[in-house]
């Protein structure tokens, strides 16, 4: 769990990312803020899309962490925090592909904009790291439904 940041219309957005051992993309989010709020916010996402780890693997970043023990305090769950860097790796070398697709890019003009652009990036790398089945019957009406 992991986040990176995009500048939108002159001021900083949060992409908040999830990835498994296997790097497979678990979700994303696209906050205005980053805060506990926010925080906990993807960490409800996350496990709502995908099930509750045993463990999960952040940065030294402090909200993360609050956000997490809340998570436990409230569901009554037990999830190990492991704050290690090198851990971390999986997470940080997967934003390196959002980052080289917006980095040629002038910017974002609104938030919404942003969104729906990153979601497109998200949802390319999930097909080509073979994360979806193919209900359709090509790329891009797989594409469509995963966008709606």
């Not at 990835?19 to 906050?31: G, H, I, P, S």
Request: aromatic letters at 12%; one cysteine or more.
């Amino acid at each position: 769990m992991d986040e990176t940041y995009f500048k939108v219309k002159g001021e900083w957005m949060f992409l908040y990312r999830a990835v498994d051992k296997a790097e497979n993309t678990v979700d994303f989010l696209l906050t205005k803020r980053r805060n506990k709020l926010a925080a906990h916010k993807f960490l409800r996402k996350a496990i709502s899309n995908d099930g509750c780890p045993k463990v999960i693997d952040i940065d030294k970043s402090g909200l993360n962490r609050q956000a997490i023990r809340t998570y436990n305090k409230r569901r009554l769950k037990r999830i190990r925090i492991r704050q290690c860097k090198y851990l971390n790796n999986r997470v940080e070398g997967d934003q390196r592909f959002i980052k080289w697709r917006t980095q040629g890019m002038l910017g974002f003009k609104n938030f919404e904009s942003a969104s729906r652009t990153l979601t497109g990036i998200e949802i390319v790398r999930m097909i080509k790291k073979e994360q979806v089945v193919f209900p359709k019957a090509n790329y891009f009406e797989t594409f469509c439904s995963l966008a709606a």
